[in-house]
């Protein structure tokens, strides 16, 4: 299995937080889980951009999905006991905290950033929201 919008890959997820999660645990941490973790932080990242569908992957794009899919699986780590000690100052943010570094990359890619975030119906003309 791969990620659905192939903004990341395993491969280089491990490279940016320097762990082989099959290792730390080979069935919560699993590849394909890990792969789906990946999907999921895609999808935030398609949030914040307004979208739904896959976006020419930007730096910024990849950036922001390599911290919030390191950032989930860490603490998917601490919740079920392998914590592992990360020198990363990503993952000793709050989440909070990491949204706003999200929103602070993806905002440099002005080309692909929006101003409102589709909410449901909007995709058949009703009103969405404004994200500030």
């Known amino acids: 299995m791969v990620s659905t919008y192939g903004y990341l890959t395993l491969a280089n997820l491990e490279k940016f937080t320097g762990l082989d ?63 592992v000690e990360s020198p990363n100052p990503i993952f000793q943010l709050s989440w909070n905290q990491l949204l706003d570094v999200v929103r602070i990359i993806l905002a440099g890619d002005a080309d692909v950033m929006v101003k409102t975030v589709p909410m449901s119906g909007a995709e058949h003309g009703l009103p969405s929201r404004t994200i500030l």
């Open 21 to 83: 999660y099959s290792v730390v645990h080979p069935t919560a941490l699993a590849d394909a889980n890990v792969e789906m973790n990946i999907t999921t932080a895609e999808e935030l990242v398609n949030g914040f951009l307004g979208v739904s569908t896959a976006q020419t992957i930007t730096n910024a794009i990849t950036v922001a999905t390599k911290f919030i899919s390191g950032w989930l699986l860490n603490a998917l780590m601490d919740s079920i006991g392998e914590g």
